[in-house]
């Protein structure tokens, strides 16, 4: 297929140039988003009488049809092509002749390329990612309402620290994947300026109107210079730091579904259609998705490092490097889609298994701090409450009890303090319950922090 810039070559371009050169096999993904802003390039022509009222309406009903049969299926695209923009010209030509080689007037492959990608990327982020980080803050709401009651050690270090619900627990991935959702929003206020009009980097002399063009495609506004319209690539790196920044909260999420899973915690089961088993061990049950998320991490992240080291030492305005940009961003946009929709359907088919959480809960002392704060709240400081509860801690590790088994008489010689309510004030739902701060594992706490949830569920529509 030809090139629509052979006139200034005598000879074509090599093969092994052209195969290294191409770049249709990754951007022909923005063909409908290459067409549309085709389509409102032609408007504006028409507009200021670049193009007739005929000649518009042929050349948008072309491109209208193109569209349509690529998502029909009933066009191929020609992997011969360059890129996709010069498959979609060429194409156009070949149905409407000439008039088909006016659509380029007053713009660039620079401008062009820039504007598809931020319309493809728009579409990603408000019609994919966001509403799969719905779905899954929504399956974990489920899940965390089902389990308000359900007592399960909490962890610091990985080692056993205090009581709190499983709720609680799945809720802090909430709080997480919500700040996602913003992120994402965030990065849409960068991605919603059109850089169509900026041309080659100093626009035309063409009276064009680049308002115009941007309401047409949906942006708030055109871009405000023409050099960074075609050279900026941070939107696109801010972008890749949310896919990130939100698998890695999904690697931690999975990290923990993994040690759950393990036979010494048993606090999960998955579902069948969500794990493997082994090719040698029959009696292996793995949780190979959850590991599979947290192992395409790493590629998420590579692909955060390449666009950075793509772009930090170019000079303005554009440069050939930036057609690299497009496969690391797609890739991660992919990976991130990908990962949320498998850990919704991970965390709505597992079966948490409550009496394995809560006799775990019961090892460890895991309700020495409110032995303590029992007797603080009795008049003993702080520090001398700590070194005396650690002292009955180790004697109990010693003789192989807990703190529930120590008599009242053994609390009595530790401190006339204690009295019989202690029992009741370090049973593990009085533990949970008394920690009532906001944001806390408490039952009023847990539903104040599912209607936020719930909130953000329907207000983010």
Known sequence: MDSLWKGRFEKGLAQLSKNFNDSIKIDSLMYSEDIDG??????????????TKDETVQIVDALKNIKSEITNNTLKIDYTAEDIHTFVELELTKRIGDLGKKLHTARSRNDQSATDLKLYLKRKVTK?????????????????????????PGFTHLQVAQPTTLAHHLLAYNAMLIRDF???SDCLDRLNT?????CAMVGTTFNIDRDFTSKEMGFEKPTFNTIDSVSARDHIIELSSACSILIMHLSRFCED?????????????LSDEYSTGSSIMPQKKNPDLAELIRGKSGRVFGNNINLLTLMKGLPQSYNKDMQEDKEPIFDSVETVINSLVIMSEIIITSTFNKEEMLNS?????INATDCSDYLVNKGMPFRDAYKLIGSLVADCVKNDLTLEDVSIEE??????LFESDIYNKIDLKTCVNNRNTKGGPSKEALLTQICICKEFLENKQ
């Open 38 to 51: 085709s389509i409102a390039h032609a408007k504006m022509l028409g507009k200021i009488e670049i193009l």
């Open 128 to 152: 994919e990612i966001q509403p799969a980080i719905k779905v899954l803050v929504n399956n974990i709401t489920k899940v965390a309402e089902e389990h308000i009651d359900t007592i399960m």
């Open 182 to 184: 913003e992120r994402f």
């Open 194 to 198: 059109s850089p169509l009009g900026a």
């Open 257 to 269: 579904i993994v040690i759950w899973n393990n036979q010494n915690f048993n606090f999960i089961t």
């Open 361 to 365: 809960a019961k090892k460890g002392f």
């Open 411 to 416: 609390y009595k010689k530790l401190s006339n």
